[in-house]
């Protein structure tokens, strides 16, 4: 007779198995740097959406986002539909107008789109975009390296450090292999996964506890404010900024590069419109479902200690509910969060790292086999640099908080990217010397908004409620603007701009 943690362990390597199988299959379509970089471009919507949603979402929707509903409830609520609004409008109002300029650009990552767009032939837009890339994403990667240490911890007893080493082995074995179509095939298979487990968690809870009734009954006695939309505070000024900075969360959507760089890689803009459907309906079940399991957890695990930031409701309420076996599937629904999260960025930086800087600036000769090759031994490079940083904070943060360690690097990508996407999709006078300003900006307020604005004697606590994104997003926004407009270049680039942009919105130049 097995053990409980053999059944676990049997799920979790069969699940490891699926991934590095589809790393191999993936090699057989992966000739050229549209392939490792792109899919080649000519990938379905089914495949771009689940690959979008599972690669948006990471550590912070199984074990962040669940531990957020345990800690505020259905207060929560609020950032489903931050990335609601998020997602809904990076696919049915950026993803068309984004597809059809890379395609007319050629573009085959957002850095290659940006120089395009601006005619940026000093490559600094490039430089810009790589550098921020390559600095931000090893602190998200690192992030969810943490998190698959705290998965193996939580549901297997294992090692927090062994576990971290485990997961970063096999994410990195398929995604050096076959690069971004291992990785797209891989979301698809983890994107389900993470689906389904969280449908179904929140729904097991309440038929555990006796339906609806019993479970509210039990949670307006033990945890009455989990059971309001503003967590039992009231609308304070405190609570407010609280419930903007949880709305903000989707603004991230729109425009970060790893999201954006799957609306690239469609085979044809007439796949968006059913891409947006699967993706909205993707984020609204899964999302909620994260939400519901926390609020319903805290009624199943009545009187357990769940920690202070209860990110380990998700592993204790299923092992609560279920045989063994379906609970060593849960670990690999939490890993599918983590890994579908890692492998994207990894791709993204690499690209930024290989192709966006060593080949574009310093050897345009190089040939495609040979970036494929060079773009391999970076990834593995970044996911070490991950590595490494994941460790330092584990070494110096006990707690491994999952939900802000995500955010802040989630954080950091979106600031500097998406005010400039945004604008260069939608604003004619909008120029090379505001974009890099607006990139600029939006990647150092970041820093600025977590450690020094929430300092500020009396509205320092407004800004830690609110957080970083909101702020620097703004910011970013404002001076990207300003910018452009004290550009005195801004007449004739605007003239050049125009056909564009005709282009983009489906006008004729």
């Known amino acids: ?29 992966t000739h050229d740097t549209r392939d490792y970089f792109a899919g080649g471009k000519r990938l379905g919507f089914l495949s771009v959406a689940f690959s979008a949603r599972a690669t948006g979402e990471s550590a912070w929707l199984l074990l962040g986002l669940t531990g957020m509903g345990a800690a505020v409830g259905l207060k929560g609520l609020w950032i489903v539909v931050g990335e609601l609004l998020g997602v809904g409008l990076a696919w049915l109002w950026m993803s068309r107008r984004f597809k059809r300029l890379t395609d007319r650009y050629d573009s085959i990552t ?5 120089e395009s767009r601006f005619r940026d032939s000093g490559h600094m837009l490039r430089l810009i975009a790589a550098g921020a890339l390559v600095i931000f994403v090893p602190i998200y990667v690192s992030a969810q390296i943490n998190a698959t240490g705290v998965a193996f911890e939580s549901f297997l007893d294992w090692n927090y450090y062994t576990g971290a080493l485990v997961g970063f082995g096999i994410v990195l074995i398929y995604i050096t292999t076959g690069g971004f179509i291992a990785v797209v095939w891989s979301d698809v298979f983890q994107g389900m996964l993470m689906l ?4 179904v968690l929140p729904i097991a809870g309440i038929l555990a506890l006796g339906g609806v009734g019993a479970t509210a009954d039990i949670l307006r006695e033990h945890h009455p404010a989990l059971l309001t939309l ?43 419109n059913r891409g947006a459907g699967v993706a ?10 994260a939400v519901l399991a926390g609020v319903v957890g805290r009624a199943v695990l009545l009187g357990d200690d769940l920690g202070e930031n209860a990110q380990n409701v998700l592993p204790m309420m299923s092992q609560e509910l279920f045989i063994p076996l379906i609970s060593g599937v849960y670990v690999a629904v939490v890993l599918s969060a983590i890994m579908s999260t890692i492998d994207s960025l990894l791709v993204v ?55 802000w360690f995500v955010i802040f690097g989630w954080s950091g990508i979106a600031a500097t990217f998406c005010p400039t996407i945004i604008l260069s999709l939608f604003w004619r006078g ?38 970083v994104l909101a702020p ?18 801004r007449e004739s680039l605007r003239a050049d701009a125009g056909p564009d942009l005709d282009w983009a919105g489906g006008r004729e130049p």
């Not at 007779?1 to 379509?29: C, E, N």
């Not at 060593?358 to 490079?381: A, F, I, N, S, W």
């Not at 120029?431 to 009396?458: D, L, W």
Request: charged share 15%; glycine share 12%; proline share 3%.
């Open 230 to 272: 503003d967590g039992g505070e009231g609308l304070t000024g405190l609570n407010i900024a609280s419930i903007i900075g949880f709305l903000a969360i989707g603004i991230g959507f729109l425009g970060s590069p790893q999201v954006f760089v799957r609306f690239l890689a469609l085979k044809s803009e007439r796949e968006i």
């Open 472 to 489: 620097s997003f703004a910011v970013s926004m404002l001076v990207g603007v300003l910018a452009s407009l004290g550009d005195p270049r």
């Open 110 to 114: 957002v850095p290659d789109y940006l």
């Open 349 to 403: 930086a690499s690209s930024a790292g290989v192709r966006d800087y060593y080949q574009k600036y310093l050897h345009p000769d190089l040939t495609d086999e040979g970036l494929v090759r060079l773009g391999r031994v970076v990834t593995m490079l970044l996911a070490v640099l991950s590595l490494a940083v994941a460790m330092g904070v584990a070494k110096f943060n006990e707690q491994r908080e999952i939900f």
């Open 430 to 467: 909008f120029t090379a010397r505001g974009a890099k300003a607006a990139m600029v900006v939006g990647f150092a307020c970041v820093p600025i908004f977590k450690f020094g604005a929430t300092e500020i004697p009396r509205i320092g606590r407004y800004f830690a409620e609110l957080d």
């Open 280 to 289: 909205l309906l993707w984020t609204l079940f899964g999302d909620t479902g």
């Open 196 to 199: 389904v487990g969280l449908v």
């Open 1 to 29: 007779m097995l053990s409980p943690k053999a059944w676990k362990l049997i799920a979790v390597f069969v699940y490891f198995g699926v991934l590095v199988v589809l790393g191999i299959l993936a090699t057989r379509r």
